[in-house]
């Protein structure tokens, strides 16, 4: 069944922690990415990577980080100097070969809550 | 760089009535449109989309949208919403070069009554 897992569902964090959020797909894609999604705000790019070991800031990168060290794989640290992490995590991928008309396959996403 | 906007934050409807949701993009050159749909509890996923060719495009669920160039608008539209449709709604756009990412819209929820 192939798809995109994302893990925790729910991930609580504590203040001055950092914590990273999973993305594993088995569909071959190339180019994966990481938006953020707060109420009435829409999704936000975070990062994305088109290629293994080669990634690129989005519109709000700061405060976070990523490596893509595997083609299936595509973690997300939040790490302290994100202010304001609460919010829902997306990771989605795409076939990457035309990557601007390719959709989106998004995961369920993992909701960050600071404790 | 690309920037939607979708002006209805919140829009109730009867099942049955006609929907019509309003996206427009800024971007001067020449892009690909996609409306996305987040139902309750599941991934968000892909409605429809438009790279070139007839401006009126059909998706799943009967939905379809109109590309006018000269309003940089990309409508969705439904001629009778279900129950079923009570959904998020969210207009992307992305350049029609290289591989940029897509740019969302802040969405637009829909509520279909009984």
């Known amino acids: 069944d192939g798809g995109i897992t994302q893990s925790p569902k729910y991930l609580f964090r504590k203040e001055g922690q950092n914590v990273t959020l999973s993305c594993e797909q088995n569909l071959n894609h190339d180019a994966m990415y990481w938006y953020r999604q707060d109420p009435g705000q829409g999704l936000r790019l975070i990062y994305y990577s088109q290629i293994v070991n080669d990634f690129q800031k989005g519109d709000i990168a700061e405060g976070y980080s990523v490596s893509r060290e595997k083609k299936e794989s595509f973690p997300l640290t939040v790490t302290s100097a994100q202010k304001n992490p609460t919010a829902f995590y997306l990771c989605?991928?795409?076939?990457?070969?035309?990557?601007?008309?390719?959709?989106?396959?998004f995961g369920s996403g993992t909701q960050l809550s600071v404790l | 760089a690309q920037s939607v906007s979708q002006h209805n934050h919140h829009v109730i409807l009867s099942e049955a009535a006609s929907l019509e949701l309003g996206c427009n993009y800024s971007?001067?050159?020449?892009?690909?449109l996609f409306w996305y749909v987040q139902y309750p509890g599941q991934h968000l996923q892909l409605l429809l989309k438009y790279f070139s060719g007839d401006p009126l495009v059909k998706g799943i669920k009967g939905f379809e949208a109109e590309f006018i160039k000269s309003k940089f608008s990309f409508n969705l539209r439904k001629p009778s919403v279900q129950w079923s449709d009570t959904a998020e709604y969210f207009c992307a756009v992305n350049a029609n070069s290289g591989n940029t990412p897509l740019v969302f819209g802040k969405g637009t929820r829909l509520s279909v009554i009984a």
């Open positions: 971007y001067g050159g020449t892009v690909n």
């Open positions: 989605a991928s795409s076939i990457g070969a035309e990557g601007s008309r390719e959709k989106l396959f």
